[in-house]
Each structure stands twice: as C-alpha cells, then as structure tokens.
Nanobody
Framework: QVQLVESGGGLVQAGGSLRLSCAVS????????MGWYRQAPGTQRELVAA???????SYADSVKGRFTISANISKRTVYLQMNSLKPEDTAVYYC???????????WGQGTQVTVSS
C-alpha cells in the first residue's frame, strides 16, 4: 500500500516561511514527477509546484520567486520551501507522486497552511 506522509504545515504570519515535507512509502516505482498542490475553501485544487525525474521544475505564477520545490526521487521525498508567505497562500497543501509510464497518481492527506495578515 502506497502512503504519502506530509508534514510542516501550520500557522504563520504574512511574510514568514514554512517548509513542507513529503515522504512516500510502500511499493512504488517508475516515478516520473512529484509535486505539491493546494486547495482553498470553495476553490479547485491547483498545482503549486512540481519536479520531474529529470530535474525540471514548474511553478504556479502566483508563487514564482517565493516558493522552491526540491526532491530526491530515488529516496521518494519532496519538499516545498515557502518564503514571503501571503494570506492568499492559505490552503490545504497536498503532496502528489505520479507516473505516466506506470499509470498512477497518488495523493497525501494534506497539511493545512494558514497565513495570517
């Protein structure tokens, strides 16, 4: 059974920083990408940042220059360093691991990030 365990969420003031971590356990192989998504109340889940097996990264326009994703695909861990946080970053953040070759996409249970103004 594949499990994604996230940590690092919490309450922070605007302008502060948080670092999210995600570790994948269980039988999983051929990871193509790992990433972070978020969902605020009343909105759809959106991509925040992702990193591919080859090291390419992508970011939502709203977080470029403030967030940095890093991962060790072989160790099945992914991190999201979030700086200069804004109240609009408040959401539940979800870790994702996916493979187009093996046709899977797994999600973590989510970690709450709340940024106060």
């Amino acid at each position: 059974q594949v499990q994604l365990v996230e940590s690092g969420g919490g309450l922070v003031q605007a302008g502060g920083s948080l670092r999210l971590s995600c570790a994948v356990s269980g039988s999983i192989f051929s990871i193509d990408a790992m990433g972070w998504y978020r969902q605020a109340p009343g909105t759809q889940r959106e991509l925040v940042a992702a990193v591919t097996r080859g090291g390419s990264t992508s970011y939502a326009d709203s977080v470029k220059g403030r967030f940095t994703i890093s991962a060790n695909i072989s160790k099945r861990t992914v991190y999201l360093q979030m700086n200069s946080l804004k109240p609009e970053d408040t959401a539940v953040y979800y870790c994702n691991v996916a493979s187009s070759r093996a046709s899977y996409s797994y999600w973590g249970q989510g970690t709450q990030v709340t940024v106060s103004s």
